[in-house]
Every structure is written in C-alpha cells, then in structure tokens.
C-alpha cells in the first residue's frame, strides 16, 4: 500500500484539544483515530521510534488528569468512542 505524503485536512479536529499543563494536546486515543491505527500502535510506534519525536512529544496524564478527560469528551457526548482503563498519554 502506497501511502501520500500529501497533507490533508482533518475536519472538526477542534473538539479534541485538550489543554493540560499549560499545552494543547491531542490525547493518544484520538490521535490514533486520526491516523487510522489503534491506541495500542501509535504508543509502540512513538516507543520505538522515540529518536524521532521531540523530548517532549507525549507525556502519561496523572490519574486526576485522566479523569478530568473523560469528563470533559463525556460531556461533549462524543458517542461511539471507546473507553479505556489505562490512563492515557497526551501528544503536544
């Protein structure tokens, strides 16, 4: 499969920004959505291919931090998302 390095526009990508610590971050679920992989593959990918990101790159929300999160895409009735017991990583 060849793929385009081409940019394209995601749409209606707003609503999942989220600010934790001061930054704008895409939480790795969502992020993962947007690639079109699984959380589990876009966290093994940035794993190991760690050189390629800055330092800062991604970071494990603390367990308020977590919550806080569900909260807020509850809130914004995001249905047909999955949940997640594991505490999700954020990407700046």
């Known amino acids: 499969m060849v793929r385009s390095k081409a940019l394209t526009r995601v749409e209606g990508i707003t609503p999942v920004i989220l600010v934790f610590r001061g930054q704008r971050v895409i939480l790795d679920r969502e992020l993962a959505v947007i690639y079109g992989v699984t ?14 990101f800055p330092e800062d790159f991604m970071f494990q929300l603390t367990p308020e931090e977590a919550e ?14 999955s949940s997640t017991s594991s505490k999700p990583s954020a990407s700046s």
């Open 39 to 52: 959380t589990k593959r876009l966290n093994e990918q940035v794993k190991r291919n760690s050189e390629r």
């Open 68 to 81: 806080l999160s569900r909260s807020q895409f509850s809130s914004r009735r995001m249905i047909g998302r």
